[in-house]
């Protein structure tokens, strides 16, 4: 076996893992509405797992800047346990920025069995939650690449799901979402 | 949450996952009797993953060198994931050489459910063996800080499974380790 990590097939489980990806600048309420999410799915017995980027940075990629290069391969690493979580049959919440599209894009090939959560909310109402304090940093310079600032966000183009943070409540964010996925795992077949 | 990686519990699964960590020198054979055991677990049913060190390195620690520091960092990722699949009900074989005893320690501490097999053949053996080379290279200062040439291994005091790859045969070595999973499985309570 070359590469024994990517040949595994469960077959028994397969059609119970997915993954969700929620990407959105820093502030549009991803981590609080991955929680959401997670309490709910829990409720109903499933197997979740959540992967939040802040957390995973300090986990895995302590390594790793903000550089295009680096927030890459950053996700390229989420992308890799998301996808060894989903074809053992877990239901995994992925909590990370990710501004590039075409990074994304790759982590949803590799995975197959994927769900694009766009957590919307406006730059400036995210600069205004400023939760961490990060949009003040990063406009007085003190931050540099920040997404949203002077490092881009490239919006999903076809998201599988839109939650409008600024406009909708917690409840209602949650709610498409869950549904997203029930209907998911409703209709899918055993993933590739 | 802070965390919310760390504070999940799986407790309708938890007593299937377990952590079976092979250690030993290159070329003791571990990726080979990793191979088997999870051939025969897979056989039995479970759902089995396996964590090939040299295969993670390529996904996941491409920035890591081989110093004392990154491979104790190594490890702890190795662990990292470990962990998220064994709470999640996933039998993990992992394959590393994993030379420290500390960082074999405070992983199995991390996980908990865990079985530590040491991949035992002498240096000599597996300098014969020499599968992919690399003790040859070591050995003309081609390759520094090879562990068993110029980097410490250090045997495990107490492991679980003992396999002596140089004096019995891969189908023995290999029901040892199944018969151990077996019996952690059969008479542990759900983890930690």
Tied chains: 1, 2.
Excluded at 78 to 87: S, V
Excluded at 100 to 123: N, S
Aim: proline share 5%; aromatic share 6%; glycine share 8%.
């Amino acid at each position: 076996m070359d590469d024994p990590i990517a040949t595994s097939d469960r077959s028994g489980t397969a059609n119970e893992g997915l993954t969700v990806w929620f990407t959105g600048l820093s502030g549009a309420g991803k981590t609080t509405l991955c929680n959401a999410v997670y309490s709910a799915l829990l409720d109903q017995g499933r197997r979740v797992e959540i992967l939040d980027g802040d957390a995973l940075r300090r986990h895995l990629s302590r390594d790793l800047s903000f550089s295009k290069e680096d927030r890459d391969e950053n996700i390229r690493r989420i992308g890799f346990i998301a996808d060894m979580l989903t074809r053992n049959g877990i239901l995994v919440l992925v909590a990370a920025i990710s501004p590039y599209r075409a990074a994304r894009d790759e982590v949803r090939q590799k995975i197959g069995r994927f769900l694009e959560v766009f957590v919307d909310a406006p730059l400036s109402v995210c600069e205004e939650r400023d939760p961490k304090g990060l949009y003040r940093k990063a406009r007085r310079g003190e931050l540099r690449g920040f997404t949203g600032i002077d490092d881009p966000y490239e919006e999903p183009l076809l998201p599988d799901v839109r939650c409008h943070t600024d406009q909708e409540t917690l409840e209602v964010s949650s709610r498409k979402v869950v549904s997203a996925v029930a209907d998911y795992l409703n209709f899918s077949r055993p993933g590739p």
